[in-house]
């Protein structure tokens, strides 16, 4: 008899979660994150995010799908629990199914992470559905997607009009007929991000869309208050941990120009 050894939160109990108990989710990149927020949230998102929130880009446009595996394969050490998910980056999957499944079987293979996430709605149906029928576990994103900065003209609320709520409301069942197992709502409208979650079988989960979505995810980095770039609506802050690293830099600073760092407790005696 085969032992079942899969400790993680597994896909199809993310699945489950409809209509359930909340989905928790953050992002993470790094292991120490990782090992941090692990035993407390359902799923683990190696987002895109990483191009702004790591390495300091204006967009998430520049980030490679090298990048995407090394990160993911950093938080895969460093969690032990939360099911982990990785964002597919830009130009990885917009070409057509069979660039996505290679792209996405690559970082599955190399970093052991249970599914991958991608953005768009109508227009990336049929990859989605490429994907699933292959065995790739995919969660959509519609409403506000940050790889589509250019075309939307910058980061826009979805749903403010009857056109947007329109569209939101196909992309949505478009990738949920296609097989997605969940779907992220960002930045979009509560009452449209609330009727959507309502309508759909597979769970949603909302960033700046509505507490009646099936679970929520922020960046991590956002929530510490490590990064100063800006501060979405849709955040709130549970630590000031830049400001307290800041000091922290600050007294290390000053302790080394006055020579009373290190004293001799940090030093090696004969």
Same mark, same amino acid.
């Given at each position: 008899m085969i032992e079942n050894k899969i400790k993680r939160i597994t896909v199809p109990q993310i699945s489950a979660k409809k209509n359930k108990e909340p989905i928790v989710s953050l992002t993470a990149y790094t292991a120490s994150v990782a090992q941090i927020v692990d035993h407390h949230v359902d799923l683990i998102l190696v987002g895109d995010s990483l191009g702004m929130v790591i390495y300091g880009f204006d967009t998430t446009l520049a980030v490679t799908v090298e990048m995407m595996i090394e990160h993911g394969k950093a938080v895969m050490r460093g969690s032990k629990n939360a099911c982990v998910m990785v964002d597919l980056p830009f130009a990885s999957y917009q070409e057509n199914p069979q660039q996505?499944?290679?792209?996405?079987?690559?970082?599955?293979?190399?970093?052991?992470?249970? =599914?991958?996430?991608?953005?768009?709605?109508?227009?990336? =149906?049929?990859?989605?559905?490429?994907?699933?029928k292959r065995g790739i576990p995919v969660c959509g994103h519609v409403g506000l997607m940050p790889q589509a900065v250019q075309t939307m003209g910058g980061f826009k609320i979805a749903g403010k009009n009857a056109k947007q709520i329109e569209k939101v409301m196909r992309d949505s069942n478009a990738i949920a007929n296609a097989g997605a197992f969940a779907i992220v709502l960002e930045g979009v409208v509560e009452s449209v991000a609330k009727t959507i979650t309502?309508?759909?079988?597979?769970?949603?989960?909302?960033?700046?869309?509505?507490? =009646?979505?099936?679970?929520?995810?922020?960046?991590?980095?956002?929530?510490?208050?490590?990064?100063?770039?800006?501060?979405?609506?849709?955040?709130?802050?549970?630590?000031?941990?830049?400001q307290t690293m800041e000091e922290a830099v600050k007294s290390y600073a000053m302790e080394v120009r006055s020579?009373?760092?290190?004293? =001799?407790?940090?030093?090696?005696?004969k």
């Open positions: 996505a499944f290679r792209n996405a079987a690559r970082i599955l293979q190399e970093t052991g992470a249970a =599914a991958v996430k991608l953005e768009g709605g109508e227009e990336m =149906a049929e990859t989605v559905e490429f994907l699933v309502e309508q759909l079988s597979i769970p949603t989960i909302g960033i700046g869309a509505s507490p =009646a979505c099936d679970g929520q995810v922020l960046v991590c980095d956002d929530i510490f208050g490590v990064f100063q770039g800006f501060k979405p609506k849709f955040v709130k802050r549970y630590a000031q941990i830049g020579r009373t760092f290190p004293s =001799a407790e940090f030093c090696f005696e």
